[in-house]
């Protein structure tokens, strides 16, 4: 099924791209409503991506943000359940690092939780180093890519 990649622009769209990042990375934890914004979110440099099906249903989402002069970071990437392993993470991720190569970015960093270790690292991201641990149950790994 062809998915449409766009930025969120309208306040219905943002609705669905948080309620995503909430359903995939916040509710299986317990954490409350809320806990999936980030101040920076609205940032006039961080860019949002979300992958939309043709009956309007958002299937993932992502963003990135500055993190260095030419140094940018991917965080946030979740992809609904019943779309994962279909492409949709691909596909955000391709859409974030073009949109980095055309602002100049040279290298892309993020922090992996373990069980996306393989996704990214079939991406070209390599491992760097054990990061932190979220929620004191999900350990993350520093790994980045040069664009
Ligand atoms: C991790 C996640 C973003 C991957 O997105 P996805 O849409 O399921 O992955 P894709 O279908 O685009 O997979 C792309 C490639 O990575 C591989 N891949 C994906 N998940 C994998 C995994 N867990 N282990 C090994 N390979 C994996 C696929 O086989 C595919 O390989 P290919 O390019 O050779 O065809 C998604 O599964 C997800 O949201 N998981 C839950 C939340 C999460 O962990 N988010 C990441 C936080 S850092």
């Given amino acids: 099924m062809t998915l ?16 995503l990042r909430y359903e995939v990375l916040r509710q299986p934890w317990g954490q409350p409503e809320g806990s999936e914004r980030a101040d920076d979110d609205r940032a006039p440099a961080t860019v ?20 260095g002069p030419d140094q940018a970071q991917v965080r946030f990437m979740a992809v609904a359940p019943e779309w994962q392993g279909q492409g949709v993470g691909r596909q955000l991720l391709h859409y974030l690092e073009a949109n980095a190569r055309r602002g100049g970015i040279r290298e892309v960093v993020l922090h992996a939780r373990e069980a996306a270790v393989p996704f990214y690292a079939r991406r070209g991201y390599a491992l760097v180093a ?7 149950r999900i350990p993350h790994f520093l790994m980045r890519k040069a664009l």
């Fill in 4 to 19: 449409s990649l766009s930025s969120p622009a309208t306040t219905a769209e943002f609705a669905a791209y948080y309620r």
């Fill in 48 to 67: 949002h991506a979300m992958a939309t099906a043709p009956d309007g249903r958002v299937a993932g989402v992502a963003r990135l943000s500055p993190a």
């Fill in 130 to 136: 054990p990061s932190h641990t979220l929620f004191g």
